[in-house]
């Protein structure tokens, strides 16, 4: 059974800095490309963040771009955001989800709050 | 960056009735489309890919439809546990970009 579990979350204040971890079961994680998405209180889903299976391929929403830094142990089934300078507006549950055929997200965690408040 | 619109935004629907959501791109995604379904507290769901692939597990009353700009999610006769938020998704271009969600709603 795939199972992807987030941690990490919690309260920061503005310009603090958070790290999230995925503890990915249930399949060879290192053959699969990786998402972080997010979703602000009562808001819709954003993507936020791509790495390839390798690592070598990285991407990131504008909004979060040169503040957050995504990246993968295969070695210990893990995916990691290091989430630096955050703000208000980086509230939201994270979530990390599986990619599928470079595109879409299969299989998701239950996600993890992050609350950026002083 | 391309703009996925979905309508309506909240759809009543009494059980058993069939309900149509839409979602529009702002440009061709081929049949790069995804549905998700989501409840309160819970992370998403993947419903379809591919327009109009169902995911494992996904009943037969869930459908889609569509290519390029238009796209249809069907559930044909609705049950309880399908009252959720459902959000199409694409992915034929960088960055991937969810619709803004249709809520069905019991009517």
């Known amino acids: 059974e795939v199972q992807l579990v987030e941690s990490g979350g919690g309260l920061v204040q503005p310009g603090g800095s958070l790290r999230l971890s995925c503890a990915a079961s249930g399949f060879t994680f290192s053959s699969y490309e990786m998402n972080w998405v997010r979703q602000a209180p009562g808001k819709g889903l954003e993507w936020v963040s791509y790495?390839?299976?390798?690592?070598?391929?990285?991407y990131y929403a504008d909004s979060v771009k040169g503040r957050f830094t995504i990246s993968r142990d295969n070695a210990k089934n893990s995916l990691y955001l290091q989430m630096n300078s955050l703000r208000a507006e980086d509230t939201a549950v994270y979530y990390c989800?599986?990619?599928?055929?470079?595109?879409?997200?299969?299989?998701w965690g239950q996600g993890t709050l992050v609350t950026v408040s002083s | 960056e391309i703009v996925m619109t979905q309508s309506p935004a909240t759809l009543s629907v009494s059980p058993g009735e069939r309900a149509t959501l839409s979602c529009r791109a702002s440009?061709?995604?081929?049949?790069?489309l995804a549905w998700y379904q989501q409840k309160p507290g819970q992370a998403p769901r993947l419903l379809i890919y591919?327009?109009?692939t169902r995911a494992t597990g996904i009943p037969a009353r869930f459908s889609g439809s569509g290519s390029g700009t238009e796209f249809t999610l069907t559930i044909s006769s609705l049950q309880s546990e399908d009252f959720a938020v459902y959000y199409c998704?694409?992915?034929?271009?960088?960055?991937?970009?969810f619709g803004g969600g249709t809520k069905v709603e019991i009517k």
């Open positions: 790495i390839s299976s390798s690592g070598s391929t990285i």
């Open positions: 591919g327009a109009s």
């Open positions: 440009q061709s995604v081929s049949s790069n």
């Open positions: 998704q694409q992915y034929n271009n960088w960055p991937p970009i």
């Open positions: 989800a599986r990619v599928f055929d470079s595109g879409y997200s299969d299989y």
